[in-house]
Every structure is written in structure tokens, then in C-alpha cells.
């Protein structure tokens, strides 16, 4: 399992690459990857910022991992999360995950994702055609967090 | 009692603070009695801290809330929901 934050953009061929020959016993790897949309609530993107509470993210993208591989018979995990100023088409994050099977490799990829979009301290200000603004939380997060509290694996 | 406080997001430019370091009274022992005694600092403090808008609590790095008990040396940091991913 691992966790990067990084300005840096991450080659995404080359980290599935990696998680995905690191054992003959994986027989799948599942992934998600962000990317900055250059259109949010009618207005034109320019580009978008992310700020974090380091030590924090990195504890609390750990503890999400933890969890997914507590929960599902999963072989590795990992997160690369940017942090800093994106533009539209760039790469925000990635979650990876590789697994025996494909079925618990998907589950645990978007439990990773739903928990880290709502527990993980990152925030995102977007800057518009019209000004600056933080985006608000959104309450289908919350949603598709909470829908896992009560499903037992 | 001396703890250390960070700010993050909206809530940072709203009291245009980072961090600090505060030598709290010694009745002030909870969050929501910190939340109560920064809010007395002025009107920007007051609208963040008054409970009206949704602000979360950590306490060392982990999420916390409102009634966790805060002891000397913690790191309290105050942010808004979160919104990466």
C-alpha cells in the first residue's frame, strides 16, 4: 500500500505498470483516475487549486487503504493525489488497486475513492471566467460514502 | 493551557490566518468552547465560529468531533468539508 502527494503530474501507464507486475499472483488491477474538467456549474475552468493538510491526507489515505484491505481480499493499493495549481485535462489523482480477482479489485477501488473524496483534508479552489471560488462539498459524496457504512463485504 | 492552531481553505482567508499559537483559559477544554471563545474575536471570527456554518474539527491530525476534549500541546486545525478527488 502507499500514498503520494506530489505537485508533479504521475505517469499513469508506468504506475499500473509497476503495481500491476509486482506479483505472478495478480490477476487484475483496477484504476481510477481524476482529471480537471474545464466546465463546473456553468462557468469556464482556468484552472484549479489544491490545498491540503499535510501529515493529515497522508494519515488519513493510509487509514482509507487500511480499511479497503481489511474489507476486501485485495493484493496492493495506491493513491497519487496533486496538490497545487491544475488545468483543465490534467491528472488531479489515481487509485489503483490490484487483487487475485477483478470483483474485490473494483470494489475496494471506488471504496478508496468515495472514502477519500470525503475523509481525505484536500480543497479545491477553482478560478472562472468571473473570479475565484472554493468549491462547495457536495451531499452525493456524502451519499456514496454513507452507502458503505452498512454494507458488510 | 498552550495549543497551536491552523486554518484551512475558506476558513484561512476568512480570518487571514495560517496558524498560531494560543495560551487558552483554562475553562476552555473543548472544541466547541474553542469554536465559542475564537468566535468572540470580532465579526469574521463570529460568522465562521457561531455554528452556523459547517466547520470541522481535527485534533493531532485526526478527525474530530465537536465535543473532543482539547489537552496542552494539541494541534487544532479548523477546515471546511472536504472537496478533493
Not at chain 1, 35 to 60: C, S
Not at chain 1, 99 to 105: I, L, T
Not at chain 2, 5 to 12: E, G, M, N, P, S
Not at chain 2, 28 to 45: E, H, M, Q
Request: glycine share 6%; net charge negative.
Amino acid at each position: 500500500m502507499s500514498v503520494k502527494i506530489q505537485i508533479e503530474d504521475f505517469d499513469l501507464g508506468l504506475e499500473l505498470s509497476k503495481l500491476r507486475l509486482a506479483s505472478p499472483s495478480i490477476g487484475a488491477v483496477v484504476s481510477f483516475v481524476g482529471q480537471v474538467r474545464d466546465v463546473n456549474d456553468g462557468d469556464t475552468i482556468n484552472t484549479l487549486t489544491l490545498e491540503h493538510y499535510p501529515i493529515m491526507t497522508e494519515k488519513a489515505l493510509v487509514a482509507i487503504e487500511s480499511e479497503a484491505k481489511t474489507r476486501w481480499n485485495i493484493i496492493d493499493s495506491l493513491i497519487i493525489h496533486r496538490v497545487g495549481t491544475l488545468q483543465p485535462c490534467d491528472q488531479i489523482v489515481l487509485v489503483a488497486v490490484s487483487g487475485a480477482h477483478r470483483g474485490e479489485a473494483f470494489h475496494a477501488c471506488e471504496f478508496i475513492m468515495d472514502y477519500l473524496k470525503t475523509s481525505a483534508p484536500f480543497w479545491k479552489k477553482e478560478a472562472t471566467e468571473h473570479g475565484e471560488r472554493w468549491v462547495e462539498a457536495k451531499l452525493s459524496d456524502d451519499a456514496a460514502k454513507t452507502r458503505w457504512l452498512n454494507q458488510l463485504k | 493551557m498552550n495549543i497551536k492552531v491552523l486554518y484551512f481553505a475558506r476558513i484561512k482567508e476568512a480570518v487571514n490566518y495560517s496558524t498560531e499559537d494560543i495560551d487558552l483559559p483554562s475553562d476552555i477544554t473543548t472544541v466547541t468552547a474553542l469554536k465559542n471563545y475564537l468566535s468572540l474575536r470580532g465579526d469574521n471570527w463570529a460568522n465562521l465560529f457561531n455554528g452556523k456554518q459547517v466547520v470541522r474539527a481535527a485534533i493531532n491530525h485526526a478527525l474530530v468531533d465537536d465535543l473532543a476534549a482539547i489537552k496542552t500541546g494539541d494541534e487544532v486545525a479548523f477546515f471546511p468539508p472536504v472537496t478533493g478527488g
